[in-house]
């Protein structure tokens, strides 16, 4: 008998995340986890760079001058 090969429908996406599918939950969690990683690290350069240098370069100045 020839072997059936099965093309992929609702049933066989829906295994995905169940039966062996916990790696593409953990996939996505990583995914996830990393875009909120990113997010935190822009904001913490952010307020370690950019932020003190425009304080320095306006603020202070125009209290100075104010």
């Known amino acids: ?3 059936k090969i099965s093309i992929m429908g609702r049933h066989d996406i829906s295994q995905l995340f169940t039966r062996g599918g916990g790696q593409i939950v953990l996939f996505l ?3 996830v986890l990393l875009l909120v990683e990113g997010i935190i690290m822009e904001i913490a350069v952010f307020l370690a760079t950019i932020l003190p240098a425009w304080v320095i370069n306006t603020v202070i100045p125009l209290v100075i001058l104010g």
């Open 1 to 3: 008998m020839a072997k």
């Open 29 to 31: 969690q990583g995914a």
